[in-house]
């Protein structure tokens, strides 16, 4: 199973990441939500400091480009495996700086990897 961080993650069920959260836990992988605004989802609490994880595989964006700025040096830090952009958060400058430290990018809709078996 795949480690991944939630970056935007929201307690509003309307939100895809808050759909995210929980698909990829129903799909056993181990969910680090991190959000602007504390709440919960799927049972986990979303952080809102920018929490050290480990063993990340996976940064899964919810955050539009615009703001991503403010989040680049966390997220390459974490050393990631790859960086999902979801659909709205593709951002060239960031899979460029990713790519530079041999970060996989990959622009796609976490909900239909999961749905299709290809997470």
Not at 4 to 21: C, E, K, Q
Request: contains cysteine; glycine residues 8%.
């Amino acid at each position: 199973m795949k480690k991944t961080l939630v970056l935007g993650a929201s307690d509003n069920p309307a939100r895809y990441s808050f759909r995210a959260a929980h698909m990829l836990k129903n799909h056993g992988h181990e969910v680090v939500p991190v959000g602007i605004r504390k709440g919960e989802v799927a049972g986990m609490a979303i952080r809102t400091d920018r929490p050290q994880a480990t063993d990340v595989d996976t940064v899964t964006l919810y955050v539009g480009p615009q703001n991503q700025p403010e989040w680049y040096d966390y997220i390459l830090d974490l050393k990631p495996k790859r960086i999902l952009f979801n659909p709205g958060t593709e951002n060239p400058e960031l899979e460029r700086l990713a790519q530079q430290r041999g970060i996989q990018t990959e622009e796609a809709c976490t909900l239909v990897l999961l749905s299709i078996g290809q997470y």
